[in-house]
């Protein structure tokens, strides 16, 4: 018999597939993404994607001059469906074969969105945050030039500098917003 659940970092026994929203613990989540690196870790230096989350937090508020804090915490989490189920690069995720595994994100993502109030589907202006992230990593993270151009719809974030942070100061400064946002 295949096991249904996973065992979180605070020892919780999460239920992967018939989970309630009181099973998803912010601690669990921001410890996750803190060890989880971006890109499969194809990336200069280790980036989490907790460190990516807390800079689409600070880009909806410092770049697009959001003040909602749910539409700040839904930047904040919009990737924490990844501490259930893995950061698996686009090209693959949103291949046809793969639906089945989106399927179970939107799940996820839908219990997130229900434990911790925040806007789902995720509004465009999430996305747009995130894509001004993700051109703002292109350029600071990985190897220039790129052997072939990537597909960018929104400008990189010129005045953020991506700096190394180790999990432990990405856990702290995710759990810090998210504090900020309770």
């Not at 613990?25 to 200069?44: F, M, P, Q, V, W």
């Not at 990737?79 to 949103?94: L, N």
């Not at 219990?111 to 350029?139: C, H, M």
Request: aromatic fraction near 12%; hydrophobic fraction near 40%.
């Amino acid at each position: 018999m295949t096991q249904d659940w996973f065992q979180t970092y605070t020892g919780h026994a999460f239920p992967l597939f018939d989970f309630k929203p009181a099973d998803f613990i912010i601690e669990d989540i921001a410890h996750s993404l803190a060890n989880l690196c971006r890109y499969n870790g194809h990336t200069k230096f280790f980036y989490s994607v907790s460190q990516h989350s807390v800079y689409v937090y600070e880009c909806l508020k410092k770049v697009l001059n959001i003040e909602s804090k749910k539409l700040l915490l839904t930047g904040l989490l919009h990737d924490a469906a990844e501490s259930i189920c893995g950061d698996m690069i686009s090209p693959v995720k949103h291949h046809p074969i793969m639906r089945p595994y989106v399927d179970w994100i939107n799940h996820v993502e839908r219990g997130l969105a229900e434990q911790f109030d925040i806007s789902y589907p995720f509004p465009p202006i999430i996305k747009r945050a995130d894509n001004i992230v993700l051109a703002t990593e292109k350029e600071q993270i990985t190897h220039q030039p790129p052997p072939r151009p990537w597909t960018l719809v929104e400008e990189p974030w010129h005045e953020l500098e991506i700096e190394q942070w180790s999990p432990e100061v990405a856990k702290e400064r995710f759990l810090a917003a998210f504090a900020a946002l309770s």
